[in-house]
């Protein structure tokens, strides 16, 4: 029996509703690898993009331990109070035995999964770098359409995660433990270059040394040159599990966003990263197009096993492929 076919129109209908099924139909069709789910997907994301670009748009990221679930479902819940629709997009490290997700933010999430003004999904990484899912962009602009005003995008923070994320959002927050390493500990993992705000959580355990921590923080921002000369990346204490702190960090955010929008620095940093998705995306395809080739297909294993065992040279076995797919 051939599977039915995806009415868009009636889909594009009820998200547009703000029917929460839909959103979760909608994301789960843009995840999808059936060919005619992704052309089905664009179909949707074409017909929804003026209904985009609305929200702010949050990433948030830390080590594991930094409490940025405890943190995203206060601050969430905050705002859904204050009025606002949070969608929250947490993306999952994937399983390697399944590819699905491990973390199960949700049951983590506990009081805000069951707001009716929130929205949470956790998705897996399907082996995308950084563990950022492949389809974030996409779900993202899903959310926007369906109403949701504040999308918040929560990495698994570790590796190269928090450059991606860093490259789909409007303003970048990385959450730090107090006392957690030297001043120049986050310099040399480059987390404080590509924050645009840091916040050391976990203040009400010890409010002292969290300050003390803040202002380490605030002593390494200075050996940097700002990201945007408009723009010096405040640090905050806050905590997560009592909610101090956490309307200050969302009036930093609506002064970013409005500093950055005086000066037009968001929607150029918007257009840039659109510009890199589109490429993004194109590597996808052809590196899709080049893997299903049948004469790659065929050289594929030998191949490799060839460069594993040490028997043939990586850029000759590269040629090899290339030559094979007729480059």
């Given at each position: 029996m051939s599977p039915p076919v995806l009415d868009i129109a009636d889909l594009e209908r009820r998200l547009l509703a703000g029917e929460r099924a839909a959103l979760a139909r909608a994301i789960t069709l843009v995840e999808s690898r059936r060919p005619d789910h992704q052309a089905a997907a664009r179909d949707l994301l074409?017909?929804?993009?003026?209904?985009?670009?609305?929200?702010?748009?949050?990433?948030?990221?830390?080590?594991?331990?930094?409490?940025?679930?405890?943190?995203?479902?206060?601050?969430?819940?905050?705002?859904?109070?204050?009025?606002?629709?949070?969608?929250?997009?947490?993306?999952?490290?994937?399983?390697?035995?399944?590819?699905?997700?491990?973390?199960?933010?949700?049951?983590?999430?506990?009081?805000?999964?069951?707001?009716?003004?929130?929205?949470?999904?956790?998705?897996?990484?399907?082996?995308?770098?950084?563990?950022?899912?492949?389809?974030?962009?996409?779900a993202m602009l899903l959310c926007e359409a369906a109403g949701f005003d504040v999308v918040i995008v929560e990495t698994v923070g570790v590796g190269q995660s928090e450059t991606v994320v860093a490259d789909m959002v409007d303003i970048f927050v990385a959450l730090l433990i107090p006392g957690g390493g030297d001043e120049l500990q986050g310099i040399k993992k480059?987390?404080?270059?590509?924050?645009?705000?840091?916040?050391?959580?976990?203040?009400?355990?010890d409010p002292a040394k969290a300050e003390r921590s803040a202002r380490d923080y605030r002593n390494a921002l200075h050996i940097l040159t700002p990201a945007h000369r408009d723009w010096t990346p405040p640090v905050l204490t806050a905590s997560g599990?009592?909610?101090?702190?956490?309307?200050?960090?969302?009036?930093?955010?609506?002064?970013?966003?409005?500093?950055?929008?005086?000066?037009?620095?968001?929607?150029?940093?918007?257009?840039?990263?659109?510009?890199?998705?589109?490429?993004?995306?194109?590597?996808?395809?052809?590196?899709?197009?080049?893997?299903?080739?049948?004469?790659?297909?065929?050289?594929?294993?030998?191949?490799?096993?060839?460069?594993?065992?040490?028997d043939l040279p990586a850029s000759a076995a590269a040629d090899r492929l290339l030559k094979a797919f007729g480059l």
């Open positions: 074409q017909r929804l993009m003026p209904r985009t670009g609305a929200a702010q748009r949050v990433g948030i990221t830390g080590v594991p331990g930094a409490g940025k679930s405890t943190t995203i479902e206060s601050l969430g819940c905050a705002l859904t109070a204050a009025g606002h629709r949070v969608a929250v997009l947490a993306v999952d490290p994937s399983s390697g035995r399944h590819g699905g997700s491990i973390l199960g933010d949700k049951t983590r999430m506990e009081r805000l999964s069951i707001d009716p003004n929130a929205f949470i999904r956790p998705s897996p990484s399907g082996g995308a770098l950084g563990g950022v899912a492949r389809k974030t962009r996409e480059g987390l404080i270059e590509l924050a645009d705000l840091l916040v050391i959580n976990k203040a009400d355990a599990l009592t909610g101090a702190g956490l309307d200050t960090l969302w009036s930093q955010i609506r002064r970013h966003r409005e500093v950055m929008t005086a000066n037009g620095a968001r929607a150029s940093r918007r257009a840039d990263q659109d510009a890199r998705w589109m490429w993004a995306m194109v590597n996808d395809r052809l590196t899709e197009a080049f893997r299903a080739a049948p004469a790659v297909a065929a050289l594929v294993d030998e191949t490799e096993g060839a460069v594993r065992a040490g």
